[in-house]
């Protein structure tokens, strides 16, 4: 890739993040008082980012088990309520553990 289309790439890509951040200002002048729309604007961000997330996840380790080991791990502990850091560093020491024994196995 050259510099010029990566230039080119960037700015079309800041255009349409902005436009698909300012359309809604623009478009809907006044408070959204439909429950279901509420809701489901209230859910996009999570969906989003679980869509992101979790092939991420499943492709950043050396296998797909220890991968499945640190989710598990990540999701016990976000539904115990523990925080982000130690959901995190959790699910970080179980894939490292799980690879390890992988590797002895």
């Not at 800041?14 to 002048?29: C, E, Q």
């Not at 408070?31 to 950043?60: C, D, G």
């Not at 380790?61 to 080991?69: G, K, L, P, R």
């Not at 502990?77 to 020491?93: E, W």
Request: with cysteine.
């Amino acid at each position: 890739m050259t510099t010029r289309s990566f230039f080119i790439y960037l700015i079309l890509m800041a255009g349409m993040t902005y436009l698909v951040r300012s359309i809604p200002f623009v478009a809907v002048k006044k408070k959204i008082e439909n429950p279901f729309i509420r809701s489901f604007l209230y859910y996009i961000p999570y969906a989003v980012l679980t869509a992101m997330t979790i092939p991420a996840i499943f492709t950043a380790t050396a296998s797909v088990i220890s991968a499945a080991a640190g989710l598990a791990v990540a999701v016990i502990l976000a539904l115990k309520g523990k925080s982000l850091t130690t959901v995190a560093l959790t699910a970080c020491i179980a894939v490292y553990l799980t690879e390890l024994i992988m590797r002895l196995i």
